[in-house]
């Protein structure tokens, strides 16, 4: 979707570097999500926040962190506590929590 | 959240109407039936949505049955453009939402 920017589109990280995935929206969305694409597989639910200043833990949490200081971006941290984080990584939006939910273009991450 | 299944791959004629089926069995009556694609290495895109009554937009419609434990995803007139993975999942928030492997739509000229 045009108005969610996900940077960059390719990332490679060192064994036990953190990395952080951008994810800023022009959409004036309340809703940010995070999911996480394993080749062949569907997206899980990494965090989630509804509004400025509060997120929440989805499925898959263990060894990310989030911040959410201001209504367009949702920065998303992969830390070295996440063993296995080559992965397709997707940014969505929705006007408020239980709306259809509009995604970014992925950053795909790679260990080195 | 349902849970819901799906054929893993489905073909369809360029120009034909392509009917992608979801079970939702275990659906509660607040929870909305939603379908989305994902075109390779892009993001999903919804698609459309519904809880009870049949729905229609400009990219498809949904059928969905009485008793909501089902529902249908009308293409009709697929194009090659519409070769993705079509996911339907049913929720009523975002914190639960689990995207499962999809149907793999293959549209062949």
């Known amino acids: 979707d045009g108005g969610i920017t996900q940077s960059p589109k390719y990332l490679f990280r060192k064994e036990g570097q953190n990395v952080t995935l951008s994810c800023e929206q022009n959409?004036?969305?309340?809703?940010m999500y995070w999911y996480r694409q394993d080749p062949g597989q569907g997206l899980r639910l990494i965090y989630y926040?509804?509004?400025?200043?509060?997120?929440q833990k989805g499925d898959i949490a263990e060894g990310y962190s989030v911040s959410r200081e201001k209504k367009e971006s949702f920065p998303l941290t992969v830390t070295s506590a996440q063993k296995n984080p080559t992965a397709f990584y997707l940014c969505a939006t929705s006007f408020k929590i239980n709306q259809p939910q509009h995604f970014g273009d992925g950053t795909r991450l790679s260990i080195l | 959240d349902a849970k819901t299944t799906q054929p893993p791959s489905m073909d369809c004629a360029e120009g034909r109407a392509a009917n992608l089926p979801c079970n939702h069995s275990?659906?509660?009556?607040?929870?909305?039936v939603y379908w989305y694609r994902q075109i390779h290495s892009q993001g999903p895109q919804y698609i459309i949505h519904?809880?009870?009554n049949n729905e229609t937009n400009e990219m498809a419609s949904l059928i969905i049955t009485e008793d909501r434990k089902s529902s249908t995803l009308i293409l009709p007139h697929a194009t090659l453009r519409d070769t993705a993975v079509y996911y339907c999942i049913g929720y009523t928030g975002g914190f639960k939402t689990i995207f499962g492997a999809g149907t793999r739509l293959f549209v062949k000229a």
């Open positions: 275990t659906i509660s009556g607040n929870e909305y």
């Open positions: 926040s509804q509004i400025v200043n509060d997120f």
């Open positions: 959409l004036n969305h309340d809703a």
């Open positions: 519904g809880l009870k």
